[in-house]
C-alpha cells in the first residue's frame, strides 16, 4: 500500500516536468511559456494532492522570483556587453583581427573561430550569440553551413557553464545552496574533459580522420590551455570569468603561437586588413575593463569591504499537510550589490560606453538602439528563466522533487553517476539553456545524491556539465545556427551529425563520476 | 502608435510578442511586492488576489510567449 502511495505521488511529481518536455519538444512552445504552464501545473499539484495551502505556493514563487534577480542582474548585463561592441562593429574587426592570424591551414582556422572565440564569446555574451557570430563568418571563410554551424555548436558547449559571465553556475549554486568553492572545482574538471573531447570531435567533424590527424596537435594543446586556465580561473580567481580568460587563453594559443609550430607553419600568416578604421584593442576595450574590474575587486581586500553590503528578504516558515516543512529565514538567497557580477558587466558597459564617446566610435542614437535591442532580446530569456525558476521552487517547496528524488534513486541507484549528466542533457536539449537546465534539474539531483549518500557535489557538476552539452542538440540552439547561415529545415541534419559526440561527451564524464564515486570513494 | 507599451488593444490585436511578454513581466515584477507583502503579513485575502494577478502574469505569458 505503501509502494502504491509512494508511485503516485513519484508519478505526479513528474508531470510539470514532462509537461516542460512535451510542450517545448512535441508542441514547439518557447521556454517561457511552457515554464508558465507548467508553474501553474506544479502549483494546482501542489495544492491538491500534496497538501501545499495557497501562503505555501505564494512564498515558494515569490521564492523563485527572487532567486532570478541574481541570474537576470547577469544575463541583461551581459547582453548589453555584447549589444554595445556590435553597435560600433567590434566583432568584425575582432573576429578579422584572429582569422588573419591563423593563416591558410583550414583545420586551424575552423577551431581557432568555432571554438576559441566562440569560448570567448561564450565568456561574456552567450544566449546563441557565440553561434549567431560564429557560424556565418565560418561561412564566410568557405566552411559549409553544416560544418559551421555544428562546429559553432560543439565549440561553445563546453564554455556554456562558467560563461555568460557565470548565469548557469549562478543557477547551480542557488538551486543547489552547496559549497560554492567544492561545485566550481568539480564542475571545472569535468568541463576540461569536455574541452578535450571537442577539439577532437570538431576535427573528426570536419574531414574524418584526416581531418583528426591533421587537427589533433592543434585541438589538444588549445584544450589543454583553455583547460588548464577554466580550473585556475574558477578555483582560484572568480568562476564567473572562467570561460572569458579561458576563451582569451584558446584565442591566444591558437592564433600567436600554434600558426609557428612545425604543424601549421607551412601556410603563410596573413596579415589582418582592418578596413574598418577602429583598431583591435578598441573594439576589445569593454571585455579588457571587465577583466580589470574583476581581477581589481575579486583579488584585492575591496571584495571583503565591499561584500558588506547584502540584500536578502526574509520569509515565513510553510508547512504541507503531508508535513514538508520549510523552515523560516531571516535572509533568503542574499545578493551583495556592489560585488555581484551583474554590477561588475554594466559598470563595464558604462565606462566602454564613455571610452567609445571619447574615440568619437559612439553615436548618439545607439543609446536608444541598444536599449531597444536589449530589451527584445532579453525578455524571453527574463521570461523563461522566471517561470522555470518558480516551477522548480513550487516543485521544492511542496515536496515533489523529493518524491521525484527518492523514487529515481531507487531505479538508477548505483549507476546513477552515469545517468546523472544526460538528465542534465535533457534538461538543456527542453530548454534550450544550462541555466534552465540546472534550475529545473540541479535540486532533484542534489537531493538524489542525498537519498543515496553519494558526492553531491560531483553530481551537481554532473548536472551542469550534462546541461551545457545539451546545448548543441537543443532545437532552439540549432535552429539560431540554421536560421543565421540560411540553411532552415536541415536542423535534423545538425541533429543527426553531433548527436553522437553529445553521447561520447555524457560518457566522457559519467563513467570517470562512477569510477571516483563507487570505487575512489569520493 | 506602433511599439507604444500601454496601447493594450493594439498589442492584443496584433498579438504582439515582445511588448505581451515585457507586461508579464512588468505585471510579474510589480505583483512581487504586494504578494510578499500578503505573505509577510500573513493576510490570506492579500495572498489570493496577488496569486491572481501572478495567475493574469501567465496568462500573458501564455498568450503571447
Known amino acids: 500500500m505503501e509502494f502504491e502511495l509512494n508511485f503516485f505521488y513519484w508519478f505526479l511529481s513528474f508531470i510539470p516536468i514532462v509537461a516542460v518536455l512535451t510542450l517545448i519538444m512535441a508542441f514547439s512552445w518557447s521556454g517561457g511559456k511552457s515554464g508558465a504552464f507548467s508553474w501553474f501545473i506544479a502549483a494546482v499539484i501542489g495544492y491538491l494532492f500534496f497538501g501545499a495551502n495557497l501562503k505555501l505556493l505564494a512564498v515558494a514563487s515569490l521564492k523563485g522570483l527572487w532567486t532570478t534577480i541574481f541570474i537576470l542582474y547577469i544575463i541583461w548585463g551581459a547582453m548589453a556587453l555584447y549589444n554595445i561592441v556590435s553597435k560600433i562593429d567590434g566583432f568584425e574587426v575582432i573576429a578579422r583581427t584572429f582569422t588573419g592570424l591563423t593563416g591558410n591551414t583550414k583545420v586551424l582556422q575552423l577551431l581557432v573561430i568555432s571554438w576559441g572565440f566562440v569560448s570567448l564569446l561564450q565568456g561574456v555574451a552567450g544566449f546563441g550569440t557565440p553561434v549567431a557570430v560564429a557560424a556565418p563568418l565560418l561561412v564566410g571563410l568557405g566552411f559549409s553551413p553544416v560544418i559551421a554551424t555544428s562546429s559553432a555548436l560543439l565549440g ?34 569535468f568541463l576540461t574533459i569536455v574541452c578535450i573531447v571537442t577539439g577532437l570531435s570538431i576535427s573528426y567533424l570536419y574531414n574524418g580522420k584526416e581531418g583528426l590527424k591533421k587537427g589533433a596537435p592543434a585541438a589538444l594543446a588549445i584544450a589543454i590551455s583553455m583547460g588548464f586556465t577554466l580550473i585556475i580561473t574558477a578555483n582560484f580567481v572568480l568562476p564567473y570569468i572562467a570561460s572569458l580568460v579561458a576563451g582569451l587563453v584558446g584565442m591566444g594559443v591558437g592564433t600567436l603561437v600554434l600558426p609557428k609550430t612545425k604543424w601549421y607553419n607551412n601556410n603563410p600568416v ?60 531571516a535572509s533568503y538567497s542574499p545578493i551583495s550589490i556592489l560585488t555581484t557580477p551583474g554590477t561588475l558587466v554594466f559598470l563595464s558597459v558604462v565606462i566602454s560606453i564613455i571610452y567609445f564617446i571619447k574615440k568619437g566610435l559612439w553615436k548618439k542614437h545607439y543609446g536608444k538602439e541598444v536599449v531597444g535591442s536589449l530589451i527584445k532580446q532579453a525578455i524571453p530569456s527574463t521570461v523563461t528563466v522566471m517561470t522555470m525558476s518558480m516551477m522548480a521552487v513550487v516543485m521544492m517547496e511542496t515536496g515533489m522533487t523529493a518524491f521525484l528524488a527518492k523514487g529515481t534513486a531507487e531505479i538508477a541507484s548505483s549507476v546513477f553517476p552515469g545517468v546523472s549528466p544526460f538528465i542534465g542533457i535533457l534538461g538543456s536539449f527542453m530548454t534550450g539553456s544550462n541555466t534552465s537546465s540546472n534550475i529545473v534539474f540541479a535540486a532533484f539531483q542534489k537531493d538524489v545524491a542525498v537519498f543515496l549518500g553519494i558526492n553531491s557535489l560531483i553530481i551537481a557538476s554532473l548536472q551542469t556539465t550534462g546541461g551545457a552539452i545539451g546545448t548543441i542538440i537543443s532545437p532552439m540552439n540549432v535552429a539560431l ?25 555524457g560518457l566522457s564524464v559519467g563513467i570517470p563520476a562512477l569510477f571516483l564515486i563507487y570505487y575512489l570513494g569520493f | 502608435m506602433k511599439n507604444n507599451l500601454f496601447d493594450i488593444k493594439e498589442i492584443f490585436k496584433e498579438k504582439d510578442r515582445n511588448r505581451g511578454l515585457l507586461w508579464s513581466v512588468i505585471i510579474t515584477w510589480l505583483n512581487f511586492p504586494f504578494l510578499y507583502w500578503g505573505v509577510s503579513a500573513n493576510n490570506s485575502l492579500v495572498i489570493t488576489l496577488g496569486l491572481i494577478i501572478a495567475a493574469v502574469g501567465t496568462g500573458f505569458t501564455l498568450y503571447f510567449g
Open chain 1, 481 to 505: 545556427g540554421t536560421g543565421v547561415t540560411k540553411i532552415v529545415g536541415k536542423e535534423g541534419e545538425i541533429i543527426k551529425k553531433t548527436i553522437i559526440y553529445v553521447i561520447i561527451m
Open chain 1, 270 to 329: 596573413k596579415k589582418s586588413v582592418n578596413k574598418n578604421k577602429m583598431s583591435f584593442h578598441s573594439a576589445f576595450a569593454p571585455y579588457y575593463t571587465l577583466l580589470i574590474l574583476a581581477f581589481g575587486i575579486y583579488l584585492t581586500p575591496l571584495k571583503s569591504m565591499l561584500s558588506k553590503l547584502e540584500i536578502g528578504l526574509s520569509f515565513p516558515r510553510t508547512e504541507t499537510a503531508l508535513g514538508i516543512v520549510n523552515e523560516a529565514t
Open chain 1, 156 to 189: 561553445r558547449a563546453w564554455a556554456v557553464t562558467f560563461g555568460s559571465l557565470g548565469s548557469s553556475y549562478a543557477a547551480l549554486l542557488k538551486m543547489t545552496n552547496l559549497d560554492p568553492s567544492g561545485l566550481a572545482f568539480w564542475s571545472s574538471i
